[in-house]
């Protein structure tokens, strides 16, 4: 985050890192961001001194606003996108979707970024963050299954990664439902069958259960109908 407000524009004052005082680190800012992981979120922000003016902001996608702790000026930014380092991920978070919540701040914060927000309650902040991990996180759990299950047949990976690419096109144009194709999409039990015998018995479960999930897909495609 630290890279991209940079390369927007904002004076970034040097990041802190673990093990470093934090306790007069919102002063003299305007903007306060504590990237931790969620579960020292709340440690590292007690530790910081109330500053009056300064907005304290956390990057954890599960946590509300209370874990903030006294801050007068509290708000959350949380990016939905996947950051696997620092050169990639201050690329990709201009013109990226963010969840916010809190002060208006940090809707600045990502209009300088050229993003696109949405605000999320703290109520909500739980299953929003398991709608985004679903859609990131347990797609590479996926596609790892579908690079496992090919290698037995000697399918490269990068066959597949085409397949989703266009994939992902589909479901962007069209949703879920009307991008669903393949055998589970035609009521094709036969197929569904041979491809579970095929496979290593480790990759089952989760196979059926990503089926139960097509035929969800299915199921609601017949009712908007």
Same mark, same amino acid.
Request: proline share 4%; glycine share 10%; hydrophobic share 50%.
């Given at each position: 985050?630290?890279? !991209?407000?940079?390369?927007?524009?904002?004076?970034? @004052?040097?990041? *802190?890192?673990?093990?470093?005082?934090?306790?007069?680190?919102?002063?003299?800012?305007?903007?306060?961001?504590?990237?931790?992981?969620?579960?020292?979120?709340?440690?590292?922000?007690?530790?910081?001194? &109330?500053?009056?003016?300064?907005?304290?902001?956390?990057?954890?996608?599960? *946590?509300?606003?209370?874990?903030? /702790?006294?801050h007068l000026r509290r708000a959350s930014i949380h990016p939905l996108v996947? #950051? &696997?380092? &620092?050169? =990639?991920?201050?690329?990709?978070?201009? /013109? /990226?979707? $963010?969840?916010?919540?809190?002060?208006? =701040?940090?809707?600045?914060?990502?209009? %300088? *970024? /050229?993003?696109?927000? $949405?605000?999320?309650?703290?109520?909500?902040?739980?299953?929003?963050?398991?709608? !985004?991990?679903?859609?990131?996180?347990? #797609?590479?759990?996926?596609?790892?299954?579908?690079?496992?299950?090919?290698?037995?047949?000697?399918?490269?990976?990068?066959? $597949?990664?085409? =397949?989703?690419?266009?994939?992902? @096109?589909?479901?962007?144009? *069209?949703? &879920?439902?009307?991008? =669903?194709?393949?055998?589970?999409?035609?009521?094709?039990?036969?197929?569904?069958?041979?491809?579970?015998?095929?496979? %290593?018995?480790?990759?089952?479960?989760?196979? %059926?259960?990503?089926?139960? #999930?097509?035929?969800?897909?299915?199921?609601?495609?017949?009712?908007?109908?």
């Open positions: 985050m630290s890279r !991209a407000l940079a390369a927007a524009g904002w004076r970034v @004052e040097a990041p *802190l890192g673990r093990g470093e005082v934090v306790g007069d680190a919102a002063a003299g800012v305007d903007l306060l961001v504590i990237a931790t992981p969620d579960a020292v979120v709340a440690e590292v922000a007690a530790a910081v001194e &109330p500053v009056a003016g300064t907005v304290v902001a956390h990057m954890a996608g599960s *946590l509300g606003l209370d874990v903030l /702790g006294s996947a #950051l &696997p380092n &620092p050169k =990639l991920g201050a690329e990709r978070l201009r /013109g /990226g979707w $963010f969840a916010l919540a809190g002060d208006a =701040l940090v809707r600045t914060a990502v209009d %300088d *970024l /050229g993003g696109q927000w $949405f605000t999320v309650t703290d109520e909500d902040r739980a299953a929003y963050h398991a709608a !985004a991990c679903i859609a990131s996180n347990h #797609l590479v759990a996926l596609l790892g299954q579908a690079e496992r299950v090919g290698a037995t047949a000697g399918v490269p990976r990068e066959a $597949f990664v085409e =397949l989703v690419r266009a994939t992902v @096109e589909n479901v962007a144009t *069209l949703g &879920p439902a009307a991008a =669903l194709t393949g055998p589970a999409a035609r009521g094709d039990s036969e197929t569904l069958e041979r491809h579970r015998a095929a496979i %290593d018995p480790s990759e089952v479960v989760a196979y %059926d259960a990503m089926v139960d #999930l097509a035929r969800r897909l299915v199921a609601e495609r017949v009712e908007a109908r």
